[in-house]
């Protein structure tokens, strides 16, 4: 069963304004963590933000913001402002534990985005 | 710290072939990932490794691959042998299992097969 899921193949978006990119999950587990990941056309994968299932507070990193509804079991992505730079491949990933004693990160299959001048 | 290092960058073979894919994990870390992507099937974690031990291999495709673990600061992937449908981006990743546990990426290897 999917355990990520991210609706959005593609989006564009005008430079300077926001962008939310969806995010649900699916776990049965009450301890995870929610991350996401950059991924530039040069393939890298870079680290974004994490949530923690117990973290009260929705979680920051400069433009990046992380709605969490765990109710809805939904993690979105917010990139404020957005620059040229940030066109790239976004992806929502969960690790399901500590329950499980598995650390393993399941991924979605990504949202393009492209940033317009 | 340099990050996780993976080599070779690009890896263009003829089917039949043997492949090794190798992996430097951040010194520390004590858990290592193997992922394999695709345009099709996404980001897959082939296997893992918690302490040079292999945990989870569920995600290997088949006998054909294999893994390994000898010490904390390498890793390989080895496809023996080799088929076109293997071609992929490989990317290894490692964490320190604690706290946030995000994982580091390497740069990935571009694997070809023809």
């Known amino acids: 069963a999917q355990k990520i899921t991210q609706t959005q193949p593609g989006m564009f978006v005008q430079e300077k304004e926001a962008v939310t990119l969806d995010c649900t999950y699916d776990t049965s587990d009450q301890s995870y963590g929610l991350f996401w990941y950059k991924q530039p056309s040069s393939g890298e994968m870079i680290f974004l933000i994490y949530?923690?299932?117990?973290?009260?507070q929705n979680a920051t990193e400069g433009r990046y913001s992380l709605n969490f509804q765990k109710a809805r079991k939904s993690a979105n992505l917010v990139i404020s402002a957005s620059q040229l730079g940030d066109s790239a491949m976004y992806f929502c990933a969960m690790r399901e534990g500590p329950r499980s004693n598995d650390y393993k990160l399941s991924f979605g299959a990504g949202t393009t985005v492209t940033v317009r001048a | 710290d340099a990050g996780v290092i993976q080599s070779p960058r690009h890896e263009v073979t003829e089917m039949g072939q043997e492949v090794t894919l190798r992996c430097k994990p951040i010194s520390g870390h004590n858990s290592l990932f193997w992922y394999r992507q695709t345009m099709m099937r996404g980001l897959e974690l082939l296997i893992y490794?918690?302490?040079?031990?292999?945990?989870?291999d569920s995600g290997m495709p088949e006998d054909r691959f294999s893994a390994k673990m000898p010490n904390a600061s390498f890793s390989t992937l080895k496809i023996q042998p080799s088929e076109p449908r293997d071609s992929a981006v490989y990317f290894c990743a490692s964490s320190q299992r604690q706290g946030n546990e995000k994982l580091f990426f390497g740069s990935g290897t571009q694997l070809s097969v023809l």
């Open positions: 490794f918690n302490n040079n031990v292999p945990i989870d």
């Open positions: 949530q923690g299932s117990y973290d009260e």
